[in-house]
C-alpha cells in the first residue's frame, strides 16, 4: 500500500472490495438477493423520503443525537489528554446496534420482506433487531450460540419480551461466527420471504458498506458536537472492534482529516500469546469467512479458530473488510486489550464516572487509560461509549468472583 | 487453454453414459470422517459399487451451505486430523486405483485459499483431481479460483439453483466446466427434496442455456427420489444420505465400526440399481 490515497473515505469499488478485502463470498442461491439488496440500497441512499424518514425514527425513537460527553473526572484521573465520551450508550435498547436495525427494518419494508432473520453475540444485535421488529409488526427469529445464550441471559430474555424467537445455535464453537453461520442458512432456506438484518460490518457486499453507513450518524454527530464545544475536531480517536461497526460509525466521516489518530481497540481475551483472544487484525492472517475477505484468526489449513473474549460482543474470529483494509493502508492503528485491562476500565469508570459500560467499549476505555496520560492536556480523544453494561452485570460479578 | 480444451475424465464418462442411455450416479464422501483411513475404504470401493462420479467433501471449519447432517461429518473429518494436503494425497492413492472415474473436490474457499491457489491447481492436477465445486465461489469472484483454474485444466462446476433466474443465468454458466450441478432446492443441504415437477422444469429451463451435462442434488434419499431424477437429468448426486448411512453405523463414540464402509457402499449399490433401472422403467 505505498500508492497514494486521495480518499479513504471512497470505498468499495462497485464490486464491493476495500483494496483486496471485501467481496461477495456466498452461495449461488444468496447472489441474486444481495444483488437486489444492492440495488434497492443504492436507490435508498440517495432517496431523500428514505433519509428522511430514518431521521425521524433516529430522533424520536433511538434518542438521537447522542451525547458528546466531556469526562472530566476520568481525564483529572489520567492526568494528560481532555477525553470525550460519544454517549450511544444512551441510545434506546442501550447501544450502537439500533442505528443500523432502524436503517435496515426501513430497507426490508421497503423491499416487501415479511420475515427477519439476525445473528447476536452478546445479544445487543438481538434486541435492537427484535425491537425494530417489534416496532414494524414484523416476525423476528434470532440465532445466537448456546455458549452466548448461557452468559448473557438477560437480553434473551429481551429478545423474548420483545416477541422474538431466539434459536441456540449448537454448531461449531456455539458463539457469534456460528450463529452467523445458521443465519445464512436460513436465508439460504427462506430467500423469498426473508431479510436477513446483520448486525456489524462483515457479510458479503453491500453490508458492510451499507451497516457503516447507518452507524456514521454517530461520526456525524460527534463533528458537530466537538466543533460546537471546543470550536476544532478531535486528535484523536477511540472504539473498540469486534466485527467493528461502532468504530467505523464514528472513524469514517474523519478518514479523510489527516491530523485525527484513530485506534481500533481488539479483545486480546487472555492475552495474545496464549491464543486465546479475538484479535485478528494483530495476530490473524486474510482469508475469506462469512460472504467476505478480511482478517481472520485460522490454522495453516485455512481452517476457522475460536476466538475468546469476556466480551460477547467481541468473540468474533474476522474483522470487517473496511478495518482491514485500513490497518493495511495504516491509517487506523489496532491495538489489543486483554479481558484483565478491560475489566479494570469497567471498574474505573463506574466510580469515577457513574457509568457501567459494556464489557466491549470497557476494552476502548482500558487503551484510553493507556493513552490518555501520556498525552498533552490540549490533546483532544473522543473515546465511543458504545453501549452500556447493565447486561454484563453477571459476567463482570463472575470475573470478580462475587455471587449475584 | 489448450489443457481445458483436452477431453478429460469427467468428459469421458458422460460421453460412456450417454451411449449406454443412462444417467450416472454422484456420490459425496467426506474424507477424513470418521477419520482417514476409513475414508479412504469407502473411496477405493465406491466405482465397484456404482457410483459413476465422485464427489470428495473437504471439511471447512464454517460451512454456510451445509445442513446438520455433512456439518457433523466436516467436524468428524477435522477432528481426525484431515487437511487439504491430506485429502490430496487420498486423491493420488485412488488414482493408483482407477484411473478413469471422475474424482470432484467439493468445498469452500478458504482453506484453498490459505494452500494457495496456484499451488493448489499444480497439486490436485498432479494428484489425479477432475474438478472443483466451491461453494462460495460465484461469477462474481472468478478470478480468484475459476478462471485460473480453468486456465490449468481443472474443471469448474457451479452451481445453479431455483433463485438462478433467466437473467442470471448465462453468467453463472459461462464458466461452468465440466458438468453443472443443479440444486434442486433453495436450502441446506439433506434438506428435503424437489417435486419431480419443478425439477423436469428446471431441467428443461437449463437444457435452453448449455449443452453441458446437468447433475441434480439435494434431497435425494433413496433408490426412488434417485431413479425420479435420473429420468430427467445427466445425473443424480447423493450426499446427505450416504453421510447418515455412515453416521448411523459408528459405534457410541464416533469411531468406525466393522460395517461402516459396507453400510455407505450398499447404499451406493442400491442407489446406482435406482439410478440404472429409471430410463428402462420409463420405457417399458
Redesign the interface.
Given at each position: 500500500m505505498n500508492t497514494a490515497i486521495n480518499s479513504y473515505r471512497a470505498g468499495p469499488d462497485e464490486r464491493g472490495h476495500f483494496g483486496i478485502y471485501g467481496g461477495r463470498f456466498v452461495a449461488e442461491t444468496l447472489m441474486p438477493l444481495i444483488l437486489d439488496l444492492e440495488t434497492a440500497y443504492a436507490k435508498a441512499r440517495t432517496d431523500l423520503a428514505f433519509q428522511a424518514e430514518l431521521d425521524y425514527w433516529l430522533e424520536f425513537y433511538v434518542g438521537r443525537p447522542s451525547p458528546l460527553y466531556f469526562a472530566e473526572r476520568l481525564t483529572r484521573h489520567l492526568g494528560g489528554a481532555k477525553i470525550y465520551f460519544k454517549r450511544d450508550e444512551l441510545n434506546h435498547t442501550g447501544a450502537h446496534k439500533i442505528n443500523n436495525c432502524m436503517g435496515q427494518i426501513l430497507m426490508a419494508k421497503r423491499m416487501g420482506k415479511t420475515r427477519i432473520i439476525a445473528e447476536t453475540g452478546a445479544g445487543q444485535h438481538g434486541v435492537a433487531t427484535a425491537t425494530v421488529c417489534a416496532l414494524m409488526g414484523l416476525p423476528c427469529v434470532v440465532y445466537m450460540g448456546a455458549v452466548d445464550i448461557e452468559r448473557q441471559k438477560p437480553n434473551v430474555f429481551r429478545m423474548k419480551l420483545l416477541g422474538a424467537e431466539v434459536v441456540p445455535v449448537k454448531s461449531g464453537s456455539r458463539t457469534l461466527k456460528d450463529a452467523m453461520n445458521e443465519a445464512l442458512r436460513d436465508w439460504v432456506t427462506n430467500v423469498d420471504s426473508t431479510y436477513y438484518l446483520i448486525g456489524t460490518v462483515a457479510g458479503p457486499h453491500p453490508y458492510p458498506a451499507m451497516v457503516r453507513d447507518f452507524q456514521s450518524v454517530i461520526g456525524r454527530e460527534t463533528r458537530e458536537q466537538i466543533m460546537k464545544a471546543e470550536r476544532r475536531l478531535p486528535d484523536s480517536l477511540v472504539a473498540c472492534v469486534g466485527g467493528g461497526s461502532n468504530a467505523i460509525g464514528l472513524f469514517h466521516p474523519f478518514l479523510d482529516d489527516p491530523g485525527i489518530k484513530m485506534y481500533g481497540v481488539e479483545a486480546a481475551g487472555h492475552g495474545i500469546e496464549t491464543g486465546q483472544h479475538a484479535a485478528s487484525l494483530t495476530a490473524g492472517s486474510p482469508g475469506v469467512l462469512h460472504g467476505n475477505r478480511t482478517y481472520l484468526l485460522q490454522d495453516d489449513d485455512g481452517q476457522v479458530t475460536e476466538a475468546h473474549s469476556i466480551s460477547a460482543g467481541l468473540d468474533y474470529p474476522g474483522i470487517g473488510p473496511e478495518h482491514a483494509w485500513l490497518k493495511d493502508s495504516g491509517r487506523v492503528t489496532y491495538v489489543p486489550i486483554s479481558d484483565t485491562e478491560a475489566l479494570e476500565a469497567f471498574k474505573l469508570c463506574a466510580r469515577l464516572e457513574g457509568i457501567l459500560p459494556a464489557l466491549e467499549p470497557a476494552h476502548a476505555l482500558g487503551h484510553v487509560i493507556k493513552l490518555a496520560p501520556t498525552l498533552p492536556k490540549s490533546h483532544l480523544m473522543v473515546m465511543n461509549m458504545c453501549g452500556r453494561g447493565d447486561k454484563d452485570i453477571f459476567t463482570v460479578a463472575d470475573a470478580l468472583g462475587v455471587g449475584l | 487453454m489448450s489443457a481445458n480444451r483436452t477431453e478429460g475424465r469427467i468428459e469421458r464418462r458422460f460421453a460412456k453414459l450417454k451411449r449406454e442411455g443412462r444417467a450416472g450416479l454422484i456420490t459425496f464422501t467426506m474424507m477424513g470422517d470418521p477419520e482417514i483411513e476409513t475414508s479412504f475404504e469407502i473411496l477405493k470401493g465406491l466405482p465397484a459399487a456404482g457410483a459413476d462420479l465422485i464427489e470428495i467433501g473437504s471439511?471447512?471449519?464454517?460451512?454456510?451451505?451445509?445442513?446438520?447432517v455433512i456439518?457433523a461429518a466436516g467436524?468428524r473429518a477435522?477432528k481426525a486430523g484431515i487437511?487439504?494436503?491430506k485429502t490430496l494425497d487420498l486423491v493420488r492413492r485412488f488414482r493408483a486405483t482407477d484411473s478413469e472415474t471422475p474424482l470432484v473436490l467439493m468445498g469452500?474457499?478458504?482453506?484453498?485459499?490459505?494452500?494457495g491457489v496456484q499451488r493448489f491447481l499444480k497439486d490436485a492436477l498432479g494428484a489425479g483431481l477432475d474438478g472443483v465445486i466451491v461453494?462460495?465461489?460465484?461469477?462474481?469472484?472468478d478470478d480468484e479460483l475459476c478462471l485460473p483454474a480453468i486456465e490449468a485444466g481443472l474443471r469448474f462446476i457451479?452451481?445453479?439453483?431455483?433463485?438462478?433466474?433467466d437473467k442470471?443465468l448465462p453468467a453463472?454458466l459461462a464458466h461452468t466446466t465440466g458438468f453443472v450441478y443443479y440444486?434442486s432446492i433453495?436450502?441446506?443441504t439433506g434438506?428435503a427434496g424437489a417435486g419431480a415437477v419443478s425439477t423436469r422444469d428446471a431441467i428443461a429451463r437449463l437444457r435452453r442455456h448449455t449443452n453441458l451435462p446437468l447433475a441434480v442434488g439435494f434431497g435425494i434419499k433413496t433408490p426412488d427420489d434417485a431413479a425420479e431424477v435420473a429420468r430427467v437429468a445427466d445425473a443424480a448426486v447423493v450426499g446427505s444420505a450416504l453421510v447418515s448411512a455412515l453416521a448411523s453405523s459408528l459405534d457410541g463414540e464416533g469411531r468406525t465400526s466393522a460395517g461402516t464402509a459396507k453400510a455407505v457402499l450398499d447404499l451406493v449399490r442400491r442407489l446406482s440399481d435406482g439410478v440404472k433401472a429409471a430410463r428402462k422403467k420409463e420405457v417399458g
Open positions: - | 471439511p471447512f471449519t464454517d460451512p454456510m451451505a451445509d445442513g446438520p456439518q467436524q477435522l487437511t487439504l494436503k469452500y474457499y478458504n482453506p484453498i485459499y490459505i494452500y461453494v462460495d465461489l460465484p461469477p462474481e469472484e457451479r452451481l445453479a439453483t431455483p433463485t438462478t433466474d442470471r453463472v440444486v433453495t436450502g441446506i434438506a
